[in-house]
């Protein structure tokens, strides 16, 4: 008679005697676990003891927008939609592709980042003095002792993602694999991690998450990623929320890069903030990257928005429905506020906040 083996019974016989099972599933009860919310470092966007990918061809200045969020981390300033700070915090920065004397420094310098809050990891040393450098795919585990001597990290920024895998970064058992050690880092030291990376080419056409360079490990693994992309035919960018599991994934910020001076007559680059954006991911990404062609209409889109706007301030989001109702395009609203020099004045905060559109 054959007999069953059921979880947590017994091995196969070995030499005709049974053995006890060594492992079986361990269980808990829904019951017995305590709800948490999600902690934030920037509330809707970076949130602690995650993994949050930032994504983006070249030229849209993801480096230089990651700084801007350092600076406001460690100096407690305002988040690129209005909403205050009220934690500053120390930041760990891995970058194979910048120096940290000429590109780093002073682009913190120029975002006014507190300085003293900011760390580089530069290398690795051992007992004796030895130096050597730096592996984030095999040396990340000397990250826990180095953040603990500095009081903890709220933020770690890894520029670029990729050099974290071991094996082939389309691979997802690679790619799986490499990044567990940075998700347990997170979830351990409550620490945000910020990684960087590319668009892989030809990918326009995709959803923006699935247009995340390497295996499709690297979105599913983080619990937000975030896009950044430069317009055609214009300075601005935008970054906005391509997927996340534990927040809205609607919206973005317009954003610059603009050139400065600092230290020594340096000259490096920093960010500047712009409105809000309302939308899905792929709708705004595709307004900025593929710009509308301009709609044939016998009435001027500024004077249409001049008259929408003759009565007072109005909600940019009610704005854009009444010049779309009127045949008119993103470009053309855009166009038209430029050239009106239109007022966008924010109210509220966060998830709250509104920006209303007025004439000079």
């Given at each position: 008679m054959t007999s069953i083996l059921r979880l947590g019974d017994i091995h196969p016989a070995i030499d005709g005697k049974p053995t006890p099972q060594l492992w079986s599933a361990e269980l808990a009860s829904a019951a017995s676990i305590t709800p948490k919310s999600i902690s934030w470092l920037w509330p809707q966007w970076l949130a602690k003891g995650k993994l949050t990918i930032l994504a983006g061809a070249g030229g849209s200045g993801k480096t230089t927008l990651a700084i801007g969020l350092i600076s406001c981390l460690t100096r407690g300033g305002n988040w690129p939609d209005g909403s205050r700070?009220?934690?500053?915090?120390?930041?760990?920065?891995?970058?194979?592709?910048?120096?940290?004397?000429?590109?780093?420094?002073?682009?913190?310098i120029a975002a006014g980042a507190d300085l003293t809050r900011v760390h580089f990891i530069n290398g690795r040393i051992s007992a004796v003095g030895e130096r050597d450098t730096f592996d984030p795919a095999t040396n990340f585990d000397l990250l826990r002792e180095a953040s603990a001597r500095i009081g903890g990290v709220s933020l770690l920024l890894l520029d670029p993602m990729v050099s974290l895998v071991r094996g082939d970064m389309h691979k997802a058992n690679d790619v799986r694999r490499s990044l567990?050690?940075?998700?347990?880092?997170?979830?351990?030291?409550?620490?945000?991690?910020?990684?960087?990376?590319?668009f892989s080419k030809g990918s326009g056409a995709s959803s923006?998450?699935?247009?995340?360079?390497?295996?499709?490990?690297?979105?599913?693994?983080?619990?937000?990623?975030?896009?950044?992309?430069?317009?055609?035919?214009?300075?601005?960018?935008?970054?906005?929320?391509?997927?996340?599991?534990?927040?809205?994934?609607?919206?973005?910020?317009?954003?610059?890069?603009?050139?400065?001076?600092?230290?020594?007559?340096i000259e490096t680059?920093?960010?500047v903030w712009g409105e809000l954006v309302e939308g899905s991911a792929g709708d705004i990404l595709a307004e900025i990257e593929c710009p509308d062609v301009d709609a044939v209409s016998d009435d001027d889109p500024s004077e249409a928005l001049r008259r929408i706007l003759?009565?007072?301030?109005?909600?940019?989001?009610?704005?854009?429905?009444?010049?779309?109702?009127?045949?008119f395009t993103t470009k053309q609203t855009r166009?038209?506020?430029?050239?009106?020099?239109?007022?966008?004045?924010?109210?509220?905060?966060?998830?709250?906040?509104?920006?209303?559109?007025?004439?000079?």
């Open positions: 700070c009220n934690e500053c915090g120390n930041a760990l920065i891995w970058s194979s592709e910048d120096d940290h004397a000429d590109t780093l420094v002073p682009r913190l567990q050690v940075v998700v347990d880092f997170a979830e351990a030291h409550s620490c945000a991690v910020l990684g960087i990376t590319h923006p998450a699935d247009r995340v360079i390497g295996s499709q490990a690297f979105s599913a693994l983080a619990r937000t990623v975030l896009v950044a992309a430069k317009s055609a035919d214009s300075d601005i960018r935008i970054l906005a929320r391509a997927k996340s599991n534990i927040s809205d994934d609607q919206g973005g910020v317009r954003y610059t890069i603009e050139a400065c001076t600092v230290t020594n007559d680059t920093r960010v003759r009565d007072g301030p109005i909600s940019g989001k009610e704005v854009k429905r009444l010049m779309a109702e009127n045949g166009t038209a506020r430029e050239k009106l020099n239109v007022i966008a004045s924010r109210e509220g905060f966060g998830r709250d906040m509104t920006t209303n559109w007025s004439m000079p």
